[in-house]
């Protein structure tokens, strides 16, 4: 696949980086309740053809099982065109699994590893030969910076970065604290 038909396949999975965890405990279950609620920000794709387009998106997401995983859905808007989106993502062993719209069987990406860090998740992203990686920042309560990067010749380059805001933020605190 080439890096613009990525480019378009990772603002489908958009969506998913607000909705990884921590580890299979009481960490894992804070994170996902902190990534609970609407959000919204700009974003931009970073490299290849369509580098410099500017999109906007705005997602809400809810628990599966505050430890186990996480869906998260809403739109992102180029212009005068909107794309759904929708994402799943949920522990398998001590990795996660998931996929954006209907995974990479249909026309979404697979969710196919993963590991949490604190406030910092990074899963692996797979569709047929294209092998990428997104990875979550919470970066404070009310702020997620997503960066979503695809393996060229070996090395990750980065396409799209996000930064989504807590809709609301004055009213909402989360288990994470500064």
Same mark, same amino acid.
């Given at each position: 696949?080439?890096? /613009?038909?990525?480019?378009?396949?990772?603002?489908?999975?958009?969506?998913?980086?607000?909705?990884? +965890? !921590?580890?299979?405990?009481?960490? *894992?279950?804070?994170?996902?309740?902190? !990534? *609970?609620?609407?959000?919204?920000?700009?974003?931009?794709?970073?490299?290849?053809?369509?580098?410099?387009?500017? &999109? &906007?998106?705005? &997602?809400?997401?809810?628990?599966?099982? %505050?430890?186990?995983?996480?869906?998260? +859905?809403? =739109?992102?808007?180029?212009?005068? &065109? =909107? /794309?759904?989106?929708?994402?799943?993502?949920? %522990?398998?062993?001590?990795?996660?699994?998931? /996929?954006?719209?209907?995974?990479?069987?249909?026309?979404?990406?697979? $969710?196919?590893?993963?590991?949490? +860090?604190?406030?910092?998740?990074?899963?692996?992203?797979?569709?047929?030969?294209?092998?990428?990686?997104?990875?979550?920042?919470?970066?404070?309560?009310? %702020?997620?910076?997503?960066?979503?990067? !695809?393996?060229?010749?070996? *090395?990750? $380059?980065?396409?799209?970065?996000?930064?989504?805001?807590?809709?609301?933020?004055?009213?909402?605190? =989360?288990?994470?604290?500064?």
């Amino acid at each position: 696949m080439s890096l /613009q038909r990525y480019c378009k396949s990772a603002l489908i999975g958009v969506a998913a980086a607000c909705s990884i +965890s !921590v580890t299979a405990n009481a960490g *894992e279950a804070r994170y996902f309740k902190s !990534v *609970e609620g609407n959000w919204s920000g700009p974003g931009s794709i970073v490299a290849g053809k369509y580098k410099g387009t500017k &999109f &906007f998106c705005n &997602f809400k997401g809810s628990s599966i099982n %505050r430890r186990t995983g996480m869906d998260i +859905s809403g =739109t992102c808007r180029v212009g005068v &065109f =909107t /794309q759904k989106m929708s994402a799943k993502v949920y %522990r398998s062993g001590r990795s996660y699994r998931g /996929q954006f719209l209907d995974g990479a069987k249909g026309k979404g990406l697979d $969710i196919v590893s993963g590991r949490l +860090s604190g406030k910092r998740l990074i899963v692996g992203i797979n569709r047929k030969q294209l092998k990428g990686a997104m990875v979550a920042n919470l970066k404070n309560n009310n %702020r997620l910076n997503l960066t979503i990067s !695809v393996r060229v010749s070996g *090395e990750l $380059i980065p396409v799209i970065g996000i930064t989504l805001d807590r809709k609301n933020a004055r009213a909402r605190k =989360t288990a994470f604290n500064d």
